[in-house]
RNA sequence: GGGCGGAUGGCGAAACUGGCAGACGCGCUGGACUCAAAAUCCAGUGAUGGCAACAUCGUGAGGGUUCGACCCCCUCUCCGCCCACCA
C-alpha cells in the first residue's frame, strides 16, 4: 500500500531526478537515430506561462516522450524570445533596464515550465538577447548586407504621430496605433530591407516538398501570391487621338489598324508599362491607370514636406495638372482606414492631354491616376478592362466610360450537348427578348416537334445587324410587326449545343436584344413557320419556373435586372482581330508572345510577397551592425568586433521624437570610426525587428554554446531538419516564411545542411477564456497555471489540457473538466492495488514474457485477466495512432475506458500493468514514473521500450452484425467471423425482432456488409 | 469581398473509409457508506409518449444522391480565424 495519490511530492521529486541524471539530453555522439520536435520558444511575458503555451507544448512532449520510447535521440529543446515590444514598453514606464525586466521573467517562466514536467533538453536552453546568442543574428545579417540582399530604401511606414514613432504592420490595428489608439499615417522613411522576394519562387515551390498541414501551404502561397502575367507598354502620346474620335463604345467600332506614334514620342522611355494576368482581354482595355505613387504623377515625396514634386515637363503635358495635384494630395491624407471606410468607392482623375496607345491594336484610350490601383504591386499602372473586372467596371460606371465585352461565357447545353461525329456549325445568333408593356410579360415559342420553350431565336445572316436580323425573325416567327429596339443586354455569350432538327453540333454566338411591344399589329405567319410553334406569353416568374430550352438564360435575367457586372471568368474571344475565337488561356499565351516578340510586353511572375522591413526605431533589439561613413558610405563592422552591444542608456527607453531610435540619443556610442578608413562614422542606430532572433534559433539549439560558429556543421548535419514543429496557425505567414527564408538563405552560403529548416508543421488552437473570448490581463480573464498545478497538479492539468477537445480547433478553457481528469490518476494510482502476478496465457505463449508465481491460478482470474489484455492492447494501438495523428483526447478517453475496465474486473496482471503505464507516461510522465518504481522497476519508465500490440489480442473469432429494415437498427447478432453472406442473411431474417417489421412479406432486396451488417429492404 | 475552419445532449465532446448517433469526461438524479458532510463507490441520464417491454422523433435550416447520410452533392443561416482594391 503505497498511500494516498500526492501530486506535489512525486511531481517535485520526479523533476528533480530528470533534471539529475540529464534522462532528456540529446546526445550529439548518440549511435541512435535523431528526431527533432520543435515548439515556437515563448517570448517570456511579464504575465508569465499562459494556459495555452501548456497545451502546444504538452503535445510536442508527448511525442518527443513517446519518440524516445521508440529509441530516438530526441532533441526537444526550449530557449527565450525575448526581445520585443513590451518589456521595452515595460521598461519605457518603470525606468527597469529591459535586460532585468527578461532576466526575472525567463526565471519566471522557466521555474513554471519545469514544473510542468516538461522533458525539454535544458542545456541547451538558448536567449535570443544573449550578445552570444544575437552575435550570430547581426553575423547572418551581414552575409546578407554582403550579398545584396540586405539593402536601405525609402519605404512608407505607419507613422504615429501622437506617440511620434514608427510602428510595424503588426502594431497597427485596424488603422489605428496599438499603443495609443490614436490613427496611423503613412509617412516615408528610411528603412533596412531583406529581400525575400528574391526567394519568392523557392519559399513557394518548396512547399511541395515538406510534409505541412495542407491549410498551412495554402496560407503561405496565398501570402506569397504567385500570379503569372504580362506586362504591357503602352506608349504615351501628347496629342488627343489626332486621327480618331475617342475610343469607341461596343457595337459601332470600327476595324482598328496600328497607329504609327513614332513622332509623337518624347523618348524611348516615353510609356506606361501595365502589368496584367488578363492579357486575353486586351482588346477590351478602354483606358489606363496609373497609382498615385506612379512616376508619371509623381517623382517623389519626402517626410520634411507636403510638396509633391513632378517634373515640369511633365506638368507641362498634364493639362489640368492643378486638378491631379489636388487628387494626390488628398490620396495621401487619406489613412488606412479612410480608405477602406468609404466602402471602396472608387475615385480618380484623369490626365487631360495624355492618352496611351494600346499596343495590340494601335488604339489611344485615356489615362486616370485613381487609388484603388496599387504604387507597390506589379508595375504600379494597369490596363483597365471594364468588361471583364469587378474594379475598373465600378470606376467605369462611376465615370462613365465604356465597357467592352470581348470574352464571351462559354457555356455547354447541359441538356442538348454536342455529340461526337457531328460536323460542327458556329453562327450568330440572336435572342429576341420581345416584352409587352402592358403586362411585362414575354414573347416566346412554344415548339411543336420539340419539347421546348424559347425566346424568339434565329441567326444573323451576312451583312445583317443583329437589331435587323432580331426583328426580321419576330416577324417571321411571331407576325408581330411594331417593334421598339430598347437595348442590347451585354455581350455575346457562346453556347455549344446538339441541335436535333438539323443533326449538327452547333457553336452560337449570342446576343440578347430586349424590345418593346408598339402595338398588337400582328401580320399572319407563313404556314411553314407556324407549324413550328406557337406563340407564348410569359411572365419573368414563369420564365423562371418553367425549364426554358436557353442555356444563356441565367445571363439575361440578370441583364435584365441591372445586376450584371463584370464577366470575370475565362471564355472565348471575341471582336480581339485575329485573336477572336481561342479561349482564354489560348489567347493569354499567343497574345503575350505576339506582344514579346513586337517589344510591346513581356511574360513575368509577380508575387504579393513584398520585402521585408527589417528597421525598427527601438531600443530594445540587436543593434543593425554597420556604420555610415562619410567618405565610404555605409560600412558592415568586420566580424570580429561582433556582437555589437547595446550601450547602457541613462535618459529613458523612448524613442526620439524624430522617431529615431533611443540609441541615437547616446552620442558616445553613435560616434564612432569608420572600419574601412578611420575617419568619423555614425553608427546605424535602427535595430531588427523582433523576428530576426527567431527566424534561425532551431540552428542555433543544435550548437548553443559555440563561439566560432553559428553551429558546427557536423552538428547540423545530424539533427537537421527539424522533424515536427508544432506552432500557432498566427505565424504562418511571418515567422514561418520569414525563418525558411533565412534557412534557405544559410543553406545558399554552405551554412544550413538542408533547403528546408522544417520536414512537418502542424498547429494548435488556441485556448480562449469562458465565453470563447481571448484571455487578456485586462477582462481579468486570464488563468494561472501555477493555481492549477498546486491545486491538482501538473499531471492533471497535462492531462486535462489534451483531454478537452480537438488539438487543432479552439476551445474556451472551463474548469468543470479538470476534476475528472484528477479523478481519473486518483483511480490509476488506485489500481496497484489489484495488481496479482499472473499473467494472461496468451501473453506468455505470444510474447515469450517469464510466467511468474501462479499458484493462485483460477480460471476465472484468469479469464479476467485475459479481457484487460485484449483491451489493453487495443488501447496500445489506439494511443499510439492517436498520437501520430494528435488526436491527443481520444488518446486520453482510450485509457479512461481501460481503467475503468481494470476496475470493473478487479484485476490486471502487474506485467499488463507496466505497459499501460509506458503508454500513459507522455501524458502524466510523474504519476506514471512513480508507479513504475512502485511495481518494483528500475530506470525510468521515460526511457523504457514504447509498447507493440500483440496482434494476437487484436483479432477475434467472432464479429458483431448489425441488422437493418430499411437502413434502421433492428437487431445484432454475434457470428464466427469467417461466416459466409448466406449464413449472415439466414441469420438475419430469422430473427424475432425482424419479422414484425417484414410482415410476412418477402424482402425486396438484402445487402450484406460482410462482418458489419445485414440491411433488409422491404 | 476572398481563403480556411466550425455548428452533434444541460456542458466539453466521440463516431477513423457512407453502416448501431451521443464513446469518454463534466454536471444532474437516485442509492450505498457516514451522526452528518466531503470524498469514494453503485445505478440512471438526447427528446417525446408509455407502469413497462417498446415506439416515434433527433447531428444549424432546406433540398438531393443512396438500401442506408453527422459523413457525399447543391442552396442558405450563424460563428471563429486569416487576408482584404494584388490587376
Known amino acids: 500500500m503505497q498511500g494516498r495519490y500526492d501530486p506535489k511530492t512525486i511531481e517535485g521529486k520526479w523533476q528533480a531526478k530528470w533534471e539529475e541524471q ?72 518603470t525606468g527597469i533596464h529591459p535586460r532585468e525586466v527578461t532576466r526575472q521573467n525567463t526565471d519566471n517562466f522557466r521555474r513554471q515550465l519545469k514544473g510542468i514536467g516538461f522533458s525539454f533538453d535544458w542545456s541547451r536552453e538558448i536567449n535570443t538577447t544573449d550578445p552570444a546568442y544575437f552575435k550570430w543574428t547581426q553575423w547572418i545579417f551581414l552575409q546578407m548586407l554582403k550579398k545584396g540582399l540586405a539593402y536601405k530604401a525609402k519605404m512608407m511606414i505607419n507613422w504615429c504621430p501622437s506617440c511620434k514613432i514608427g510602428l510595424a504592420n503588426e502594431e497597427v490595428v485596424d488603422g489605428k496605433c496599438e499603443r495609443c489608439g490614436n490613427e496611423t499615417e503613412k509617412r516615408e522613411k528610411e528603412q533596412w530591407m531583406l529581400a525575400i522576394t528574391k526567394y519568392a519562387d523557392r519559399l513557394h515551390d518548396d512547399l511541395d516538398t515538406v510534409d505541412y498541414l495542407e491549410k498551412i501551404k495554402i496560407q503561405q502561397r496565398n501570402w506569397i501570391g504567385r500570379s503569372e502575367g504580362t506586362t504591357v507598354k503602352f506608349p504615351i502620346s501628347n496629342f488627343q487621338s489626332p ?33 496584367t494576368t488578363r492579357a486575353d482581354t486586351l482588346y477590351g482595355c478602354t483606358y489606363v491607370v496609373v497609382a498615385p505613387e506612379h512616376p508619371l504623377v509623381r517623382e517623389q515625396l519626402t517626410d520634411s514636406s507636403e510638396q509633391i514634386t513632378v517634373s515640369k515637363e511633365q506638368k507641362a503635358r498634364i493639362k489640368n495638372w492643378e486638378e491631379v495635384a489636388a487628387y494626390l494630395k488628398e490620396t495621401k491624407k487619406k489613412t488606412e482606414m479612410d480608405r477602406t471606410a468609404e466602402g471602396r468607392e472608387k475615385t480618380g482623375v484623369r490626365l487631360d492631354g495624355l492618352m496611351a496607345i494600346n499596343p495590340i491594336n494601335g488604339e489611344a484610350v485615356p489615362v486616370f491616376v485613381a487609388d484603388y490601383v ?118 455575346k455569350v457562346q453556347s455549344e449545343y446538339f441541335a436535333a432538327h438539323k443533326d449538327e453540333n452547333r457553336i452560337a454566338n449570342t446576343s440578347a436584344l430586349l424590345f418593346e411591344l408598339e402595338d398588337d399589329t400582328r401580320e399572319r405567319v407563313v404556314e411553314e413557320e407556324a407549324a413550328k410553334h406557337s406563340i407564348l406569353w410569359l411572365s419573368l416568374d414563369e420564365i423562371r419556373n418553367r425549364e426554358m430550352t436557353c442555356a444563356e438564360l441565367d445571363f439575361w435575367l440578370a441583364r435584365l435586372d441591372g445586376k450584371d457586372g463584370a464577366f470575370v471568368d475565362d471564355g472565348t474571344l471575341t471582336d480581339s482581330g485575329e485573336f477572336s475565337g481561342l479561349s482564354s488561356s489560348q489567347a493569354r499565351e499567343k497574345i503575350s508572345t505576339k506582344l514579346e516578340a513586337d517589344g510591346n510586353g513581356k511574360k513575368v511572375v509577380k508575387y504579393k510577397l513584398r520585402d521585408w522591413v527589417f528597421s525598427r526605431q527601438r531600443y530594445w533589439g540587436e543593434p543593425i551592425p554597420v556604420v555610415h561613413c562619410e567618405q565610404c558610405g555605409i560600412v558592415a563592422l568586420p566580424e570580429s568586433e561582433l556582437p555589437l552591444e547595446l550601450p547602457e542608456i541613462d535618459g529613458g527607453y523612448s524613442p526620439t521624437d524624430t522617431g529615431e531610435s533611443p540609441l541615437a540619443k547616446i552620442g558616445s556610442w553613435v560616434n564612432t570610426t569608420c572600419p574601412t578608413c578611420g575617419g568619423p562614422a555614425k553608427r546605424e542606430t535602427d535595430t531588427m525587428p523582433n523576428w530576426a532572433g527567431s527566424s534561425w534559433y532551431f540552428l542555433r539549439y543544435i550548437d548553443p554554446k559555440n563561439g566560432s560558429a553559428l553551429a558546427d556543421p557536423e552538428k547540423l548535419k545530424r539533427y537537421m531538419p527539424v522533424d515536427w514543429y508544432n506552432g500557432g496557425m498566427e505565424h504562418t505567414t511571418l515567422h514561418l516564411l520569414y525563418s525558411r527564408f533565412w534557412n534557405k538563405f544559410l543553406f545558399d552560403i554552405g551554412v544550413a545542411p538542408t533547403s528546408e529548416p522544417y520536414q ?127 488526436r491527443f483526447n481520444t488518446a486520453v478517453s482510450s485509457m479512461m475506458i481501460l481503467v ?117 429492404v422491404v
Not at 480547433?809 to 490509476?828: D, H, K, M, T, Y
Request: net charge negative; hydrophobic share 35%.
Open 243 to 275: 486621327n480618331k474620335s475617342e475610343i469607341t463604345n461596343p457595337g459601332s467600332q470600327s476595324p482598328n489598324e496600328p497607329q504609327n506614334t513614332d513622332s509623337k514620342r518624347q523618348t524611348e522611355e516615353d510609356f506606361i508599362e501595365v502589368f
Open 374 to 491: 496599387l504604387g507597390d504591386y506589379g508595375t504600379g499602372a494597369v490596363m483597365a478592362v471594364p468588361a471583364h473586372d469587378e474594379r475598373d467596371y465600378a470606376f467605369a460606371k462611376k465615370y462613365d466610360l465604356p465597357v467592352r465585352m470581348v470574352v464571351m461565357p462559354h457555356l455547354t447545353d447541359k441538356k442538348n450537348p454536342p455529340r461526337e461525329g457531328k460536323k460542327t456549325v458556329e453562327r450568330d445568333t440572336i435572342h429576341a427578348l420581345v416584352r409587352n408593356p402592358k403586362d411585362g410579360k414575354f414573347l416566346c415559342l412554344e415548339w411543336k416537334n420539340h419539347p421546348w420553350t424559347t425566346f424568339i431565336v434565329g441567326g444573323v445572316e451576312n451583312g445583317e445587324d443583329v437589331v435587323g436580323a432580331a426583328m426580321r425573325e419576330v416577324f417571321e416567327e411571331t407576325g408581330y410587326s411594331n417593334l421598339k429596339y430598347i437595348e442590347t443586354l451585354g455581350g
Open 22 to 93: 540529464g534522462v532528456f539530453s540529446a546526445h550529439d555522439d548518440s549511435e541512435k537515430p535523431k528526431y527533432y520536435c520543435l515548439i515556437e520558444f515563448p517570448y517570456p511575458s511579464g504575465q508569465g506561462l499562459h494556459i495555452g503555451h501548456i497545451r502546444s507544448n504538452t503535445a510536442m512532449d508527448i511525442v518527443a516522450r513517446k519518440r524516445r520510447m521508440e529509441g530516438f535521440d530526441v532533441l526537444y529543446p526550449i530557449g527565450w524570445d525575448a526581445f520585443g515590444l513590451p518589456t521595452e514598453n515595460y521598461a519605457i514606464k
Open 760 to 886: 512537418k508543421r502542424t498547429s494548435h488552437g488556441l485556448i480562449l477564456a469562458e465565453g470563447g473570448v481571448k484571455m487578456s490581463k485586462s477582462k481579468g480573464n486570464v488563468i494561472n497555471p501555477d493555481d492549477i498545478v498546486s491545486d491538482f497538479g501538473a499531471d492533471t492539468l497535462r492531462i486535462y489540457e489534451m483531454f478537452m477537445g480537438p488539438f487543432d480547433q479552439p476551445i474556451a478553457w472551463g474548469q468543470n473538466g479538470l476534476v475528472g481528469s484528477r479523478r481519473f490518476l486518483e483511480r490509476v494510482w488506485k489500481l496497484q492495488e489489484k495488481l496479482t502476478t499472473h499473467n494472461s496465457q496468451l501473453t506468455t505463449e505470444e510474447s515469450g514474457l517469464t510466467t511468474e508465481n501462479s499458484q493462485l491460478t483460477t480460471g476465472e482470474q484468469e479469464q479476467k485477466v485475459k479481457t484487460i489484455d485484449s483491451l489493453l492492447h487495443k488501447t496500445i494501438v489506439k494511443v499510439s495512432e492517436d498520437i501520430e495523428a494528435m
Open 900 to 1016: 475503468n475496465a481494470i476496475e470493473r474486473e478487479g484485476t490486471i496482471s502487474k506485467h499488463s500493468f507496466g505497459l499501460f503505464l509506458r503508454i500513459l507516461s507522455p501524458f502524466a510522465p510523474h504519476i506514471a514514473e512513480e508507479l513504475w518504481e512502485n511495481i518494483g522497476n528500475t530506470g525510468s519508465v521515460s526511457l523504457a521500450a514504447w509498447p507493440e500490440a500483440d496482434l494476437a489480442y487484436l483479432v477475434s473469432d467472432t464479429v458483431k452484425i448489425v441488422v437493418q429494415v430499411n437502413g434502421k437498427m433492428r437487431d445484432s447478432f454475434e457470428i464466427p467471423a469467417d461466416a459466409s453472406e448466406d449464413d449472415l442473411k439466414t441469420h438475419a431474417l430469422d430473427s424475432d425482432k425482424v419479422k414484425p417489421y417484414l410482415d410476412g412479406k418477402e424482402p425486396k432486396r438484402i445487402i450484406v456488409v460482410p462482418g458489419k451488417l445485414v440491411n433488409i
